[in-house]
């Protein structure tokens, strides 16, 4: 294996993939990247067993094909001490890679490529193509709602799936519930998969970028997205999701419409005081006016109050504070439409003029 390339080019794409290096003692080529070079392109791979990362470069000069794995965190750090505009020449000579660059000359120990962990096998399922900035957008206002370490391993992730015309992502941890959805193609296969938290914290990274198609793929066990020269592929959650649909209204009369800027704000005052365990605030809605009310088991208390157009029956619930704020940190309207379901049980939040995207928070029992 021989080729040459330009310093700066090789940095930005083992910055793309860098993230997924893990340090592991029992398995230590995952602290490598996969070098392999045929037909004109380089493709360096990093893989943490449940993610994998490819990232494709066209090589235009003379090379010799092959592959090899190197440490990633050794190699990095060598481009980033030579001057971005020097060429790189890297050759593989009796299972030592050779890093060669103006007055610099740096021989790096290998580990055997077939021991690399790749993900070879994919029986694709179902497939679309998508812009990156909805599906970016999609992510960003559910993943919040993702569990984190639960017990239920599939709340670990977010659900995507197709049904119909509309391409649906949930999240939810069990005490909130976030949706978004988008009209896509009706003839695109029906599908419905879980995808890590691992892997949404990933792809939401990876897809801040400019606006552009993205390829989706859909297998039995692994999603693969191809983002530009970019190839990301995750393992799928196994498990059978919540069924969300029963938590979701099945009638939305007399929304309270609430100025988005002035509830975030008046939670923001009275989450300073609220238990430091339990987060609740209770939130009161009559006469014209929302007030909002915290305390803590310091016997301390907050109380902020603000006019709303609302003079129909009063509404009261008490609620974890930081659940709605996650809600208003991702909507975009000036207003929300807000719902209380007839058992007290839990709220309703759309976007006043959007409805592609709602959220469901449980109610703290007073």
């Known amino acids: 294996m021989k080729f040459n390339i330009h310093n700066k080019i090789l940095i930005e794409h083992l910055h793309k993939i860098y993230r997924l290096l893990t340090k592991n003692i029992s398995l230590p080529i995952l602290e490598n990247i996969l070098f392999n070079i045929e037909d004109g392109t380089l493709s360096l791979t990093a893989s943490n067993l449940e993610l994998e990362l490819i990232s494709n470069i066209t090589i235009n000069t003379e090379y010799q094909p092959g592959k090899i794995t190197v440490s990633g965190r050794k190699l990095l750090n060598i481009c980033?001490?030579?001057?971005?505009?020097?060429?790189?020449?890297?050759?593989?000579?009796?299972?030592?890679?050779?890093?060669?660059?103006?007055?610099?000359?740096?021989?790096l120990t290998t580990l055997s490529p077939d021991n690399f962990p790749q993900k070879k096998q994919f029986n694709c399922i179902s497939e679309f193509f998508i812009n990156s900035h909805i599906f970016k957008d999609m992510i960003d206002k559910t993943e919040f709602s993702m569990g984190k370490q639960d017990i239920r391993y599939y709340l670990n992730g977010v659900l995507l799936e197709k049904k119909g015309a509309l391409l649906q992502i949930v999240a939810t941890d069990g005490y909130r519930l976030a949706l978004s959805h988008t009209l896509i193609k009706k003839n695109i296969i029906d599908f419905s998969v879980i995808i890590p938290r691992k892997g949404i914290v990933e792809l939401s990274r990876l897809l801040n970028i400019?606006?552009?198609?993205?390829?989706?793929?859909?297998?039995?066990?692994?999603?693969k997205i191809n983002i530009n020269?970019?190839?990301?592929?995750?393992?799928?959650?196994?498990g059978k999701y919540p069924d969300y649909?029963?938590?979701?209204?099945?009638?939305?009369?007399?929304?309270?419409?609430?100025?988005?800027?002035?509830?975030?704000?008046?939670?923001?005052?009275?989450?300073?005081?609220?238990?430091?365990?339990?987060?609740g605030v209770d939130i009161n809605i009559g006469n014209n006016q929302c007030k909002i009310t915290s305390d803590n088991q310091e016997e301390e208390t907050a109380k902020d109050v603000f006019n709303i157009n609302y003079s129909q029956?009063?509404?009261?619930?008490?609620?974890?504070?930081?659940y709605i704020l996650d809600i208003l940190n991702v909507i975009k309207s000036e207003n929300i439409l807000l719902f209380i379901n007839p058992s007290q049980s839990s709220i309703q939040i759309t976007e006043e003029n959007d409805n592609s995207n709602l959220y469901i928070v449980m109610l703290l029992k007073s």
């Open 210 to 223: 400019a606006p552009q198609l993205i390829h989706i793929i859909i297998g039995n066990n692994n999603i």
């Open 245 to 279: 649909n029963s938590v979701l209204f099945q009638s939305m009369n007399n929304p309270v419409i609430i100025n988005t800027i002035a509830l975030k704000n008046s939670l923001s005052r009275t989450a300073i005081l609220s238990h430091e365990k339990f987060c």
């Open 229 to 238: 020269n970019l190839i990301f592929t995750a393992q799928l959650l196994e």
């Open 313 to 322: 029956t009063k509404i009261e619930f008490s609620i974890n504070v930081y």
């Open 80 to 107: 980033r001490h030579i001057p971005k505009n020097s060429v790189i020449n890297i050759q593989l000579i009796k299972s030592k890679i050779h890093v060669k660059s103006d007055n610099s000359h740096y021989i």
